[in-house]
């Protein structure tokens, strides 16, 4: 599909400034001066030709009393379809790639917080009859934003104060409270009153609905209402898993540093693992695989961090959302 400049502008306001009211899509067309109607259209057809994925809340996983781990395998190359379809059926994998290394099926793995999930990791590699299992938990979070900037403006840097990363303590929540992430979790209607239905099936009129749900956004329970891109759609059709082997004396400097660029997505320190030294991972996103290369490459001058490695996702078998509170 081409986009048109109006339809790049959509994309970038849906990304990050989805607005929280009765009539979200006119007051799209109001910031871009078109119609509501014109709004709907536009995400409709953006939607079928799959640029977007879903319109949705993005959640805090640790303020909803969730945490998670990356899981790395090393799976025999003829069992590896059948491993994957497998862990795509366990509860709580949200993403999971076959990459181009020795530990080549790496997926996320989410569970509320009484959940041991080295345990679980262990029992699905004992299940798939994997070689090695490593589990690689969060240890501290530079970034989390998945945004593609659709109209490539800018110097392909953001300044220290807007990489913020998010509240990770745990919050206290009401059933009320369960009720509306199960909603806003939803994907959005593509309609004139998108959220009345929500808000109908929870009991409540529609200002007490949109009261609550940007409450969950000023508690840092919502990172923020959004609309998720199926990137290689959108034109980015490169990515890499990039892990980093870096001092502890610099992890907080580096980890900032490769957090301030555009193209990455993620970036966080999780747990080593005695044959697995990498400390610091980031999702970094190109339009070819060149561009991901170069931009590590830029990176490791940078930074000065020489012991990198660049995994490429070879196939993915599962990209979804996580599910809270889903029984």
Known sequence: ??????????LNLVQMEFPLCREPFAELGSILDISEDEVLKRLQELKKEKIIRTINAVFESARLGYHSTLVAMHVDEQHVEQAATFINRQAGVSHNYLRNHYFNLWFTLSAPRD?????????????VAAERTLSLPTRQVFKIMVYFNMLDEGDGR???????PPNRT??????DDKGLVRELQRDLPLERYPFDKMAARLGLDI???LYRAVSLRERGVMRRFAARLNHREAGFSSNALSCWRVAQDKLAQVGQAIASYPQVSHCYERRTAPEWHYNIYAMVHGHTKDDCGSLALHISQETG???YVLLYSIKEYLRRSVRYFID
């Not at 599909?1 to 959509?10: A, C, E, G, R, V």
Request: negative net charge; glycine residues 8%.
């Open 1 to 10: 599909m081409l986009l048109d400049i109006t339809n790049k502008k959509l």
């Open 115 to 127: 959940t041991v999930l080295d345990a679980v990791a262990a029992q699905l590699g004992e299940a």
């Open 158 to 164: 953001l300044s220290e104060g807007a990489v913020q």
């Open 170 to 175: 745990a919050g206290h929540l009401s059933e």
């Open 207 to 209: 200002d007490q609905f």
């Open 305 to 307: 961090i020489k012991d």
